[in-house]
């Protein structure tokens, strides 16, 4: 069981798991609604399958995480794990993107405001992993200066930590 081919997530597992994108393997349940997922999944006795942590966290009761073997020991997918850069290479950011001519427009700029200054609650209601404080103070100054782009390199970029890009940010 898997994301369906219209998905980030089938995007991202396919070029960070297998290595390059639109490349997976056929024959398995795809669906881009992780309800329809979690409940084949769990119907399904030996069934394994890959979907957003959050709906993991919401389902733990009927499915059963398994730690990922990057070489060095197995890792559990955990907010911690997640957010210290040990669940690699399954865990991704998730970003926004917003065009200049978007951003001259106050309703906009209101929204993208909002959205950095109330993210970290409102990613974890909907038991998201937020960001470091940090990386949402710098991309309000991003905003305030207009500054367009982003320093990670799409999903050819597995295993770097937020941390480290910023890190690169402040080099550029």
């Keep these: 069981y898997g994301a369906g081919s219209d998905s980030g997530t089938f995007d991202y597992f396919t070029e960070a798991i ?4 639109k490349s997976s393997r056929g ?25 957003g942590f959050a709906y ?15 070489g060095k020991g197995p890792v559990a ?15 991704r ?6 065009s200049e001519k978007s951003l001259d427009k106050p309703e906009i700029r209101d929204f993208v405001d909002f959205y950095m200054k ?19 103070a710098g991309n309000l100054e991003h905003i305030a200066k207009k500054k367009l782009g982003t320093v990670f390199g799409g999903q050819n970029e597995v295993g770097l930590t937020i941390e480290q ?8």
Excluded: C, H, W
């Design 18 to 21: 297998v290595g390059k994108a």
């Design 93 to 98: 950011p998730i970003f926004i993107y917003v």
């Design 56 to 70: 993991y966290i919401e389902n733990q009761k009927k499915l059963k995480a398994v730690a990922i073997d990057g």
């Design 27 to 51: 024959d398995f349940t795809a669906s881009e609604d992780d309800n329809v997922l979690v409940q084949g999944i769990s119907g399904d006795k030996g069934a394994l399958g890959y979907f």
């Design 165 to 172: 890009l910023m890190k690169r940010e402040a080099q550029l």
């Design 118 to 136: 109330n993210a970290p609650q409102l990613v974890k209601e909907v038991k998201y992993i937020p960001l470091p404080a940090k990386a949402y």
């Design 77 to 91: 997918p955990t907010p911690e794990n997640v957010d210290n850069g040990t669940y690699q290479p399954l865990s």
